[in-house]
């Protein structure tokens, strides 16, 4: 079984937890609100029960003078108790702490991988070009149909041939080569897609039985992506039952980034059919070979 492993990256991990960490700062700035607003509505209510629901008067035994009063304008007058409010100088340092939390949060385009446009105010963000995704898309389509055309031609043909050990070939080593291969290819540039594999003889794990049930029922790759493609504790998975020469083999194809598409179960499907063919021709011409070794052996004796 080859234990390759597929490793997480720090982007990987900052994408995953970001919104988890301006969520938890939104929660920890209303949390501040409300226990702060509690506090001053207990003391008040303790020392003042009346101020606790009305306004309380100015009761300064200094008389203010005309000019003072002159000077004074009704805006003034009205902003003033609002503004020197303790429970309205909480809610707006609130609301600010709030405001300078999500302009930070307009700063990291990570956070936003999954919007196409954000707009706020009179600012617009564009964050995919779906243009770019169209190009994208079709390169990937095109690098997967380059892996199946290598599948089936001469040069992996001959590759199989070099596992050939007294007259067997062991389809699981050749399985494990052109598994590796195709990861290494899948790491690449269009596609970017990291995943492990491991093959297993007769059974696999328990968590895995229902999609081994599918494969083996329909014949193709039994594929379960994962919801959440940010959650790096969740895996997708690619299954294939595929039995060859009275032995079955289950192929499992994991990952924590990348989620397999029906040009995947294409892929896979055609590498364990053609290895098959391949070892199936390659054996009978050493047979073939043998037997007319063997026949001028006995024409010579």
């Known amino acids: 079984m080859n234990m390759n492993k597929e490793k997480r990256t720090f982007f990987q991990w900052l994408n995953f937890l970001i919104p988890y960490f301006y969520t938890a700062g939104i929660t920890l700035i209303l949390s501040w609100m409300i226990v702060a607003s509690l506090l001053i509505g207990v003391n008040t209510f303790k020392e003042n029960p009346k101020a606790f629901l009305l306004q309380t008067e100015n009761t300064s035994n200094d008389e203010p003078s005309a000019n003072t009063k002159e000077s004074e304008s009704a805006f003034s007058i009205i902003v003033q108790p609002f503004v020197e409010s303790n429970f309205n100088q909480i809610i707006f340092r609130g609301l600010f ?8 949060f307009l700063t990291v385009p990570v956070a936003f991988k999954r919007l196409k446009r954000f707009k706020f105010l009179n600012l617009e963000f564009e964050v995919d070009n779906i243009e770019q995704a169209a190009i994208e898309t079709v390169e990937i389509s095109g690098t997967k149909a380059r892996l199946m055309a290598y599948f089936t031609g001469d040069d992996a043909s001959g590759r199989t041939l070099d596992f050939l050990a007294q007259s067997t070939i062991d389809f699981k080593e050749v399985l494990e080569y052109f598994l590796a291969e195709t990861q290494l290819g899948y790491k690449n540039h269009p596609i970017n897609g990291v995943f492990t594999y491991k093959i297993y003889n007769g059974t696999a794990p328990e968590k895995l039985y229902e999609l081994v049930e599918e494969s083996k029922e329909s014949g193709e790759a039994a594929v379960c992506n994962k919801i959440d493609e940010d959650n790096l504790w969740k895996k997708s998975y690619l299954v294939f ?22 040009l ?8 364990h059919k053609t290895i098959s063919k391949n070892l199936e021709n390659i054996e009978y011409m050493v047979a073939l070979t043998n037997a007319e070794e063997d026949m001028n052996i006995d024409q010579s004796t």
Do not use: Q
């Open 97 to 104: 702490l709030l405001f300078i939390w999500l302009l930070l």
């Open 241 to 262: 039952y595929f039995p060859y020469n009275h032995t079955e083999y289950i192929t499992v194809i994991e990952s924590y980034s990348y989620s397999f598409d029906i």
């Open 264 to 271: 995947d179960k294409y892929l896979f499907e055609l590498l």
